[in-house]
């Protein structure tokens, strides 16, 4: 008897000991993969098209029951339906003899004509016709139907079967303001045609009459007008060397001028990346790449284009100077956004050429402008910091370019100041402890800046955006979209009205249209979240801290799986990344769950946070907190937050924290757990910078510095030097899994291979993929990349191990159609 009693109390012990931990739930992590949340959850945010004749707007909107499409007329505060689905479906069944339905209508590219009272667009069907292509006579298409309907009629006009011109020409055509001359890029040469040749190559751009002119004959590679960006190999270079490519560059408003910023990169050494499973025998990629510390520079220098008299004028810079240099340009009004082409206009109407000029450790800034038509250069305004400078902006011209604004961090925040037209400061429009982000439009008949910016009110999460008016003249800034979420604007051309979107991480998104004085004139569209929610879908949760100096405020988001039971224990998953460009927390409603919900559903508790020095939009104090420390900065609040929350909340286990992310934060997680190995028990590192001293040399030398020294010659050189993930390899205890593509020309796998050797030289055991061909973002193999995350995690941290050969959670997904 006294043997079976003590057999149930065991067995109870047992029983209430597995109650009391999680247990990974590999089947409601499956439920919100990025296709099934494709299926429940669609608009979340109303986009704009903003017509050219009134103040009208056109957008799309889904829902679970199909897109609508809507017309907008602010003026007049009407909202109403593009089109009658119902009716749609039936006119495009009876033009195609495809069946529609109001919910399963055809994915449209609306172009809008005779004055915007019409719209035309084209249906592809599923019959098949001989094609009219004079190259593939015998070859059969789907027909196509060229329709106008206009608005408020009652049916469809055939206007053709011509299938849509060609869009090739986007990939290497820019063309002018006026459409009289498009430029291209041709074996490193700049090449022109006139419009009548560019009709040509637009219908057939291997039609052998086209006329091609070369202005240039200097260039070459990696010293060229234009050409290829990364991404090509070397047998698709050799095949590809006769065809045209983009040459990127700024039109005078008059279409006479072009300006083009060339850059030497011969004396950049190489990098190189294979694709192993190409074809029988691997093939290379070759690029330039640019290390911190490295003498070798980019030698920059602008060149300005006459058309009539096909000279070419070079800017009086010194161009073996190390610095970046950034040309202005005017900035798109929301009206031309859908515009078949949109060249890249110069900021000036006025024959001057606005640019900034940056030293290469980014402790000075110039504010420059030249002649257009001599090529002198004046200085306007000149910036110094001891960090650097990383959030730059191009002036803002008004008042018939007499004046300009500037955007600077001279007093430790992002503001605006305002200039005469010789760099004399004529008063600071902003001022206080926030961060002016953006300029939306200025009103110079009333004087008023409109913006964005994050920080004014004290009581809100300091990273939500928020739009404001301003005087030119300075003031308080007045909020034109009050409320305690995270916002997202779109204004109309003179920023009469705006379409506000906004939402937090724990509330619907919704959308509504507001005028220039923040009054709001209708609510346009609330997200339908309907499919989601009945899926068990639960907000999480936003929270606040203390950093590691007990002080600075950090602002974080905890999610939580949707069977959460509070009387149990969960692990820890820290999802990171260290800025210092952003942080990587969401502040609005996001369907991008993959690294974050999906990953609590498994049975953890996962948190992202932001640290000291991880987000340019707060203090440039805040932002430049890790300079000089690139590898160890954020680590401290990333354990001390998180020692925060299992002090408030029961149900963590602090006791089983793990760490992840993905590029900076594959980085910062295996240096969490070399620099921490007592704490963080468990790590997953994706496609890390773990090496900064071979990342790409404007992203380390801005972020960490690189110095100026006079050798003993006394020749400039720059010291680049840094503390790596592999120096600390002998530190593991815990279970760290490193992954990266084999292919990536971002941050180059060898960062993560020079870890694995280090670990191996240690004597360590941790796991390691390889994903082949894979770029930085692993792109089909994300989902494969998830469930290895998934199964580390839960090894280590549940005490679970999976050790099926096939990966279920993917493959029941996948039709056996054969």
Request: positive net charge.
């Amino acid at each position: 008897m006294k043997k079976i009693i003590t057999s149930i109390f065991l067995l109870c012990l047992i029983h209430n000991y597995g109650q009391d931990k999680a247990t990974p739930n590999y089947d409601l992590a499956a439920k919100f993969s990025p296709k099934n949340l494709a299926k429940m959850v669609h608009s979340t945010s109303v986009r704009p098209h903003w017509l050219k004749f009134g103040n009208k707007f056109w957008y799309q909107y889904k829902t679970t029951d199909g897109s609508n499409y809507y017309i907008v007329d602010a003026d007049r505060r009407t909202k109403r339906k593009l089109f009658d689905n119902d009716k749609m479906a039936a006119w495009l069944t009876e033009i195609t003899k495809d069946p529609y339905d109001a919910k399963h209508l055809p994915r449209f590219d609306f172009k809008f004509v005779k004055n915007e009272t019409a719209i035309q667009f084209r249906v592809t069907s599923k019959e098949e016709v001989r094609s009219k292509d004079t190259l593939s006579k015998k070859k059969m298409e789907n027909k196509v139907y060229h329709l106008e309907y206009v608005l408020g009629g009652n049916g469809l006009k055939i206007l053709s079967n011509d299938k849509a011109p060609k869009e090739d020409w986007k990939k290497w055509a820019n063309i002018a303001p006026d459409s009289s001359v498009v430029f291209f890029s041709k074996k490193f040469n700049l090449y022109w045609m006139d419009k009548e040749n560019f009709l040509k190559a637009v219908k057939n751009d291997k039609d052998s009459t086209i006329v091609e002119n070369q202005w240039t004959k200097d260039g070459e590679e990696h010293y060229g007008y234009g050409g290829y960006g990364r991404g090509l190999d070397n047998e698709e270079i050799e095949k590809r060397k006769n065809d045209r490519f983009p040459i990127r560059g700024y039109w005078s408003s008059d279409s006479k001028k072009f300006v083009y910023q060339r850059t030497d990169s011969r004396d950049i050494k190489e990098l190189w990346v294979i694709n192993s499973i190409a074809k029988k025998r691997p093939t290379l990629e070759t690029y330039k790449y640019h290390m911190p510390g490295e003498q070798e520079y980019y030698n920059r220098e602008i060149l300005i284009f006459d058309i009539e008299s096909k000279g070419i004028k070079k800017v009086e810079i010194d161009s073996t100077k190390q610095q970046y240099i950034a040309i202005f340009s005017k900035p798109r009004k929301p009206s031309q956004y859908d515009d078949d082409f949109n060249p890249t206009l110069l900021l000036s109407d006025k024959g001057k050429i606005y640019f900034n000029t940056i030293s290469r450790d980014r402790k000075k800034l110039d504010i420059c402008v030249a002649d257009i038509n001599t090529g002198k250069v004046d200085i306007l305004i000149q910036d110094k910091t001891n960090t650097y400078f990383y959030e730059t902006k191009p002036v803002y011209l008004l008042r018939n370019e007499t004046e300009m604004i500037h955007w600077s961090e001279n007093d430790g925040w992002g503001h605006f100041y305002r200039y005469n037209s010789n760099g004399k400061l004529i008063n600071r429009i902003t001022k206080g402890p926030f961060h002016s982000f953006n300029i939306k439009h200025i009103d110079e008949k009333t004087n008023t800046m409109y913006f964005s910016a994050h920080g004014v009110d004290k009581s809100l999460d300091p990273y939500f955006e928020h739009t404001y008016r301003v005087s030119l003249l300075g003031g308080t800034p007045k909020i034109l979209n009050k409320g305690n979420f995270n916002t997202m604007t779109s204004p109309n051309d003179n920023h009469r009205y705006f379409v506000n979107n906004f939402s937090r991480v724990n509330t619907v998104p919704k959308s509504e249209l507001r005028n220039s004085d923040g009054s709001l004139i209708m609510n346009l569209e609330t997200a339908d979240l309907s499919s989601l929610f009945d899926s068990g879908y639960q907000f999480p949760e936003p929270f606040k801290a203390k950093a590691d100096d007990g002080i600075t405020d950090i602002y974080g988001v905890i999610y939580k799986p949707f069977d959460f039971d509070e009387n149990k224990k969960y692990p820890l998953l820290e999802y990171v990344y260290p800025g210092p460009q952003t942080e990587s927390v969401n502040k609005s409603f996001s369907v991008r769950m993959d690294r974050l919900d999906r990953m609590a559903q498994l049975g953890f508790v996962v948190i992202t946070l932001g640290n000291r020095g991880g987000h340019p939009h707060r203090s440039k104090w805040y932002h430049n907190y890790g300079y000089g420390d690139l590898r160890d900065y954020g680590l401290a609040d990333k354990k001390y937050v998180a020692e925060q929350l299992a002090n408030r909340h029961s149900y963590i286990d602090i006791n089983k924290v793990g760490i992840y992310g993905h590029s900076g934060g594959g980085f910062m997680s295996t240096a969490a757990i070399l620099v921490y190995p007592d704490f963080f028990k468990a790590a997953y590192s994706q496609a890390g910078n773990h090496d900064n001293s071979m990342y790409n040399s404007w992203w380390s030398e801005t972020h960490h510095g690189v110095k100026e020294e006079i050798d003993d010659s006394g020749k400039l050189k720059y010291v680049y030097d840094i503390e790596k993930n592999q120096s600390l390899a002998k530190n593991l205890k815990g279970h760290l899994f490193l992954v990266t593509g084999d292919m990536d020309n971002n941050v180059h796998p060898g960062a993560t291979y020079r870890v694995a050797n280090e670990l191996i030289k240690a004597n360590k055991r941790f796991d390691f993929m390889i994903l082949p061909t894979q770029r930085h973002g692993f792109g089909n193999m994300s989902e494969y990349n998830f469930w290895l995350r998934a199964d580390h995690f839960s090894k280590h941290l549940l005490g679970i191990e999976n050790n099926q050969i096939d990966m279920k959670m993917i493959n029941k997904d996948i039709p056996m159609t054969k």
